[in-house]
């Protein structure tokens, strides 16, 4: 991870000498999210025209971000919003609507410089204002934002400066804002009227300034998109001037796999999302198609609840963590689809630290087998299960009934056998075990998120979100408590990583967690298509794009 | 005959009544949260709890319940947790996919069924027992077995028919998806109805009075055996519509029945309780058309 060359038009060398006295002047990095072009980038003409469809495995329940929670809802309308800023090829923060912009030393004072030729999808011009009215919109309680306001921080003021310089204060610095706005599947930038005129409507058929406008949902079915014929705003790292070169892009919802496979390979669609992990060998083999591969932005686990017998001895977690055979589990989740994980976070997401591989504890049964003893556990009726003060090891672990749980809790539950603990398996669907696992029904789960920043430590490690949240472990440590709100608190990159690099130690060491595996994604591309980029946070750039 | 089609409708109030009710106790004494399911991995325990609040989710459920009643009885059935769009809005646009596949499977199935049906018990020994054999394995195939047999076969293999989406081309392999369990069914009890009044004496003296056997089988035995079968077809239209269900997630039609499972995985209460109130609607009015047609048929029913 090296600092990026650019601030918007600022280089380095302008920073070192001197900033802007009482501004510090933010240096954005490169990221360990990056983008994969599609299809070789050919010399020669990009053919105009044309159209693509892809097929997803759901349907967003709306594309207003603002209001939404699915992921699939933002993928699809970062093609119809854009960000204050972008992330290249080499995974380095730049300009996009926003042409520059400064964060105060004390990292609550945000200030954009705007581009001065944007224009929404209904003509209404792009600037301050209209920033300003889509923060307010998503900081407004009437608006229930479900993801959008937790995005944006503790916020204070939104303030216009002048027609394209807009002012946004916090009441306390919050780092991950960074990525956040340039994610705009839900800070997105909308027209302010359009949304006016819409109302409640305005979750089906959004304005936004992206290169391609929302055409119509056909709901159940289809979401069409048709190229934005004034854009001319697009990252300066795509390379591409003016409108893009598809004109229709299509996202279709195809539930099924079997359906959704077949109809990919009788080409009824272009592009195939969410591909199942054996399917992808026989698309690599034949050659026909591009096989776009990357580690999502998410991690697999096991969980412990610490409140819960056998587990709120430390030394039995500590034990357990031993026993388990990574890359078995890996197998037989996914077929080997991914790698093994050892942190909380994914090798592509910001502040990953490569050392957790060697830092954390490796399968070793032995081991693990010691441990136990040295914490009063042993087999004395010979019954293969070890017992303590007379009551059997034995404990329910708790998922969704996904397959890849299911496989991977099996390999565990086999682990565990071997070294005299008996785990039972339970599965539910995914609200009731939300529900259970809040309410500490269940002493241990397999879980997993898909997330991009590394905040989210804070939703799943914080003490606040136990009963309410996504502390399932229902862990509560000052210390981590402490490491989390430093960390979002740090704006400094370098002070940061330091941050994350020891709380992903310390979440090792005290041992609530059980990270397993960190997928990987593959989309397939029917080889009609040119200069697409596949962006590590799992969706496609079409802009610059062109079809046969 | 009036009286008892006034009967019939005044009783569909309790009916759906009973109905809401039932759906709300069970949605709502299920565990889990609707918010919390619509924000995903993406939430904070405060922003969960302050969208419950604002979605009046943490009031007592009785005061919920008699909101949601005073509400329908105006024609509002409240908006969905996830969208945030009428949820009458949502339902309309894709109950006629639902009702175009069950309805077309529905006629399907009783063209089928009685043709086979008669043709069996009308026949030889050796047609009857190909005709049952094919009407066992009806039966005896799941949805998204021969779903996907068929997509694989004739969207795939021989590229037919298209694999997913809507359009009459897109109709033909649902249709006969979701249409062979319940022309089977349709089939073998035909059948039965058939060979038990081709037994009876009236039906001896219609061969004596000199009538062809075609006459005899469609004017005069036909019409007695239907009785049985009309209840049938009308008990087979709840089995369709619930068959809908898988068969629209195989074939992904924008239909109602795929609907209600992600709005039941999501606990998305007023999308669930709109889904089951409509659907519960329909599979009474058509029960109640099967039991007008059967008073129809059936003069001795009338006059009960």
Redesign the interface.
């Known amino acids: 991870m090296e600092p990026g060359m650019f601030i918007g038009k600022w280089n380095r060398r302008q920073l070192l000498m001197g900033g802007a006295g009482a501004m510090t002047v933010f240096l954005p990095f490169a990221s360990a999210a990056r983008a994969t072009p599609v299809g070789e980038a050919e010399t020669g003409t990009p053919k105009d025209g044309g159209e693509w469809t892809v097929g997803m495995l759901e349907e967003p329940?709306?594309l207003?971000g603002h209001?939404?929670?699915?992921?699939v809802g933002g993928d699809i309308m970062r093609n119809v919003v854009d960000g204050l800023m972008a992330k290249d090829h080499d995974g380095n923060y730049v300009p996009a609507l926003a042409e520059s912009w400064e964060v105060s030393e004390d990292g609550k004072t945000w200030t954009f410089k705007l581009r001065k030729d944007v224009t929404f999808h209904d003509g209404t011009p792009f600037n301050a204002e209209a920033v300003k009215f889509n923060f307010d919109r998503i900081l407004d309680?009437a608006t229930?934002?479900?993801?959008a306001?937790?995005q944006l921080g503790p916020a204070d003021t939104t303030t216009v400066i002048d027609e394209f310089t807009f002012e946004y204060k916090l009441k306390e610095p919050f780092a991950p804002l960074y990525l956040n706005l340039t994610d705009c599947g839900f800070t997105s930038m909308f027209s302010p009227t359009a949304v006016a005129a819409a109302g409640?409507?305005f979750?089906?058929k959004p304005v936004g300034t992206g290169p391609f406008m929302v055409e119509e949902w056909?709901?159940?079915?289809?979401i069409v998109l048709k190229r934005n014929p004034n854009y001319n705003w697009a990252p300066a790292f795509l390379g591409h001037t003016g409108q893009a070169n598809i004109e229709t892009l299509t996202f279709?919802?195809?539930?099924?796999d079997?359906?959704?496979i077949?109809?990919f390979?009788?080409g009824?669609i272009d592009q195939l999302r969410s591909a199942p992990p054996s399917e992808i060998s026989r698309y690599d083999e034949s050659g026909d198609y591009w096989v776009i591969k990357n580690l999502a932005q998410s991690v697999q686990t096991f969980e412990f609840n610490v409140t819960l017998a056998p587990f709120d001895d430390l030394a039995v977690r500590q034990a357990l963590m031993y026993a388990v055979d990574k890359q078995s589990v890996l197998e037989a989740a996914v077929d080997g689809v991914g790698v093994v994980a050892n942190s909380f976070l994914s090798p592509t997401m910001d502040y990953f630290w490569p050392g957790m591989d060697d830092y954390a504890p490796k399968f070793d049964p032995a081991k693990a087998s010691e441990l136990l003893a040295a914490a009063g556990w042993a087999d004395s009726d010979g019954d293969g299960i070890l017992e303590k003060d007379g009551v059997k090891f034995s404990f329910g672990a708790f998922m969704m009934s996904i397959e890849q749980f299911t496989n991977a809790a099996q390999v565990i539950q086999s682990n565990f056998k071997d070294i005299g603990v008996e785990m039972t398996i339970g599965t539910a669907?995914?609200?009731?075990v939300?529900?259970?696992l809040q309410q500490s029904k269940h002493q241990a789960d397999v879980f997993?998120?898909?997330?991009a920043e590394p905040d989210?430590a804070?939703?799943w490690f914080h003490s606040?979100?136990?009963?309410?949240?996504?502390n399932f472990p229902h862990i509560a440590d000052p210390k981590l408590d402490e490491l989390i709100v430093t960390g979002r608190q740090t704006v400094d990159i370098t002070a940061r990583a330091a941050i994350y690099e020891e709380m992903q130690k310390y979440v090792n060491d005290i041992a609530f967690w059980i990270p397993l595996w960190t997928p990987e994604n593959a989309d397939i591309f029917n080889k009609r298509i040119h200069n697409a980029s596949y962006h590590s946070n799992g969706f496609t750039i079409y802009t610059a794009a062109w079809v046969d | 005959m009036g009286r008892y089609v006034l009967r019939r409708v005044v009783l569909i109030i309790p009916v759906l009544f009973g109905v809401s009710l039932f759906t709300f106790l069970m949605i709502h004494l299920?565990?889990?949260?609707?918010?919390?399911?619509?924000?995903?991995?993406?939430?904070?325990?405060?922003?969960?709890?302050?969208?419950r609040n604002?979605?009046g989710l943490n009031d007592p459920l009785h005061q919920q319940f008699i909101r949601y009643i005073g509400h329908v009885l105006q024609g509002d059935f409240g908006?969905?947790i996830?969208?945030?769009?009428?949820v009458l809005r949502?339902i309309s646009?894709?109950l006629p996919?639902t009702l175009e596949l069950t309805g077309v499977a529905m006629a399907t199935a009783v063209v089928v069924g009685l043709t086979l049906g008669v043709a069996a018990a009308a026949s030889g020994p050796r047609a009857d027992a190909a005709i049952m054999a094919f009407a066992l394995l009806g039966i005896s195939m799941p949805y998204?077995w021969s779903g996907?047999l068929l997509?694989?076969l004739f969207?795939?293999k021989l590229?037919w028919f298209?694999?997913?989406?809507?359009g009459p081309m897109a109709l033909v392999l649902p249709t006969i998806t979701l249409a062979m369990p319940a022309s089977a069914v349709l089939a073998r009890m035909t059948r039965s109805s058939m060979l038990e009044v081709l037994n009876q004496d009236f039906v001896r003296t219609a061969r004596a009075k000199g009538l062809r056997e075609r006459v005899v089988v469609i004017r005069h035995v036909l019409k007695n055996a239907l009785i049985p079968v009309v209840t049938i077809i009308g008990l087979q239209a709840g089995t369709l519509l619930a068959g809908a269900v898988i068969v629209e997630?195989?074939?992904?039609?924008?239909?109602l029945g795929?609907?209600t499972v992600t709005a039941i995985?999501?606990?998305d209460f007023p999308q669930v309780q709109g889904i089951v109130l409509v659907s519960a609607a329909v599979y009474v009015f058509v029960n109640l058309t099967v039991d007008l047609l059967y008073a129809f048929i059936d003069p001795r029913i009338r006059y009960q």
Do not use: C, H
Request: aromatic fraction near 6%; hydrophobic fraction near 30%.
């Open positions: 329940d709306t207003d209001k939404g929670g699915t992921r309680p229930k934002s479900a993801v306001i937790g409640d409507d979750g089906r056909i709901q159940g079915d289809r279709r919802s195809i539930i099924e079997a359906s959704r077949a109809a390979d009788a009824e669907e995914i609200a009731t939300i529900s259970e997993g998120y898909i997330y989210i804070f939703l606040s979100q136990i009963g309410n949240g996504l | 299920v565990p889990g949260d609707p918010v919390r399911v619509m924000m995903g991995t993406s939430g904070s325990a405060e922003d969960a709890e302050r969208i604002e979605l908006n969905s996830r969208s945030g769009q009428p949502e646009e894709r996919s998204f996907i997509i694989l969207g795939l590229d298209p694999i997913a989406g809507t997630s195989v074939f992904s039609r924008p239909g795929r609907y995985q999501a606990r």
